[in-house]
């Protein structure tokens, strides 16, 4: 009895030994004949234990390496072809079926046929990156030797309008090499030039090499037949030169510091998600403020020319048309990330020392939160804003415009002082806000609060603050290392007494600087203190009083 044929169809990945399948494994031990391409042959012999044959071809015969598999599984042999990374993403499963169908194959009467699944590019390459793919993403080949170039711009233009992440396979062979010219130009249209973009030659072979760089400067780094471009979409971050992009878009930023992503228990909440589907209506819940403006300036339009009909010539009015396509503002590009609100976090407070708000600026919040936002009075002498925004810098203007002082909310330094007694001890308000200003916001391993107390009265609690500064006749004394929150709460030490006005704002600074650059992140100053046991000089003392209390962490 002859022995069945069977064709398999094996991706091997992206070359190595351990990035191939047990099933593409067992395929080739179990084939009469191996086909593929020379160099892909070369890649896998060493795992062919049993006499196969090899039937290797050069690059461009494709046809010729479907057809004789056909012809040999027919004759009853067991044949594998092979591709690297899928068989099915420009490999060469199709054109193995287009053969077979050719013939009048089916699953019924025809040759047993196996697709064996391999690692594409587009994830081999992703995970050298980084985490690049994570979102919505495809695959466009800007190979046109078998698909029109138009085609092939129009996809890269939906892929870049429709913000994926692209992964753009044989982007450049020795005679195709405007193609990734022109790719690029199209996507510059529609993506920041600082968009990451990950260019990854030879991944999980002998000459690997990754270069990071970006949608502006792509071109000036070697791109070959063996290289996957990766581009990042409007969200895709660097991280110790890995590539990321978020699950989502919903980002949280303050002021002057990056955007952060929302913290994995803060997802999925709905006001976290102002864009899902309503499961009523059918509709997006909340429209972007962008697309809410474009449909305000159409009504607007729409009203202006119901109620005057314009009197003016077609000619004239062909003129504005022009004048309208060719002015700034349609030049600009318009990047798809501004289509994305944002919650928009940061504190105010009426100022260092003064701490009441005036009519105009309750209004003025009132305002810039709106119907969306929040507005949350804190422990800190500061009111927390959250809004989702996609224009963060008319909010600071407006809030900055009656007279709020700003600052950032997170792990970062605040300042909080007294009021001075009511403006009338006034000798330190001065050094107050030059630590404000020098150090305000600060990002910092963990939250740290500086308290600022005009008088010995200390009546805002210096001493309990992360750092205490108290102005005392003319000179200022400096408590460390209180432990301000929890059931084992404790003031800080008295560490000196009588610091010189010259010298406080360099004292404080320096032991900031320390802090920063030694602390382990979330440690907070007192158990940095604790640790070291010296801060600039400051020794500490162990006074915290011993008792046995057992840790109660937020929530218990
Ligand atoms: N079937 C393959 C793709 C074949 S098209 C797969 O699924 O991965 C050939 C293109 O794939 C190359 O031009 C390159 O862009 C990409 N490619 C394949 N293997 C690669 C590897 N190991 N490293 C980087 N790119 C690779």
Redesign the pocket.
């Known amino acids: 009895m002859t022995q069945q044929g069977k064709l398999y169809v094996v991706?091997f990945g992206?070359?190595d030994f351990k990035h191939i399948t047990t099933r593409a494994v067992e395929a080739l031990q179990d084939s009469d004949f191996i086909i593929g391409y020379k160099t892909y042959v070369e890649l896998i012999q060493d795992l062919i234990t049993n006499e196969t044959s090899v039937i290797s071809t050069g690059m461009t015969e494709e046809v010729s390496r479907a057809q004789e598999a056909v012809r040999q599984a027919e004759a009853g042999k067991k044949v594998a072809v092979i591709?690297?990374?899928?068989?099915?993403?420009?490999?060469m499963a199709g054109l193995v079926y287009e053969v077979l169908i050719e013939k009048g194959w089916t699953e019924a009467n025809g040759v047993p046929v196996e697709i064996i699944p391999?690692?594409?590019?587009?994830n081999?390459?992703g995970s050298l990156l980084g985490a690049p793919i994570m979102h919505d993403s495809c695959t466009i080949?800007l190979?046109d030797h078998l698909t029109p170039w138009n085609l092939i711009a129009k996809r890269v233009e939906a892929a870049a309008m429709a913000d994926f992440v692209i992964?753009?396979?044989?982007?450049r062979?020795g005679r195709r090499t405007r193609q990734i010219v022109e790719a690029q130009r199209i996507l510059l249209q529609y993506r920041s030039p600082d968009t990451p973009v990950g260019l990854?030659?030879?991944?999980?072979?002998e000459r690997?090499h990754i270069i990071i760089t970006n949608l502006e400067e792509m071109l000036e780094h070697d791109i070959g037949?063996?290289?996957?471009?990766i581009i990042g979409n409007s969200s895709t971050f660097l991280y110790d030169n890995k590539m990321i992009t978020p699950r989502g878009y919903q980002r949280k930023y303050t002021l002057n510091t990056d955007k952060q992503a929302l913290k994995p228990h803060q997802r999925l909440r709905e006001e976290a998600e102002p864009w899902a589907m309503d499961q009523n209506t059918g509709v997006q819940r909340l429209e972007s403020s962008v697309a809410v403006a474009d449909r305000v300036k159409n009504v607007q339009q729409v009203e202006t020319i119901k109620q005057e009909p314009p009197k003016v010539s077609s000619y004239e009015m062909a003129m504005k048309a022009l004048e309208r396509v060719s002015s700034e503002d349609l030049k600009t590009t318009q990047y798809v990330h501004q289509d994305f609100e944002e919650i928009f976090e940061l504190a105010v407070s009426p100022g260092v020392a003064n701490k009441k708000f005036t009519p105009e600026q309750m209004m003025t919040l009132a305002m810039v939160v709106g119907e969306k936002g929040t507005m949350e009075y804190t422990p800190n002498h500061q009111i927390v804003l959250k809004i989702p925004t996609s224009n963060p810098n008319s909010i600071t203007k407006k809030l900055q415009g009656v007279g709020f002082l700003l600052s950032p909310v997170g792990d970062v330094l605040t300042l909080k002082a007294c009021d001075f007694c009511d403006g009338e001890k006034t000798a330190g308000i001065p050094y107050a806000e030059e630590i404000q200003e020098k150090l305000g916001g600060m990002d910092l391993p963990k939250e740290l609060q500086i308290g600022f107390n005009g008088c010995g009265m200390a009546c805002y609690k210096a001493v309990t603050e992360d750092i205490g500064i108290i102005h005392r006749k003319g000179k200022f004394d400096l408590f460390l290392g209180a432990k301000p929150v929890g059931r084992t709460a404790h003031p800080g030490q008295a560490v000196a007494e009588g610091i010189e006005p010259d010298d406080i704002v360099e004292v404080i600074t320096n032991i900031i600087k320390e802090y920063k650059e030694n602390a382990h992140p979330n440690e907070r100053l007192f158990k940095y203190f604790k640790r070291v046991k010296q801060i600039q000089g400051f020794v500490y003392k162990d006074i915290a009083p011993k008792i046995n209390i057992e840790p109660a962490p937020c929530g218990d």
Do not use: H
């Open positions: 991706g992206p070359g591709s690297s990374g899928d068989a099915g993403v420009y490999g391999g690692i594409s590019a587009i081999s390459c080949s190979s992964a753009l396979y044989n982007p062979s990854v030659k030879s991944a999980y072979r690997q037949m063996l290289t996957t471009v």
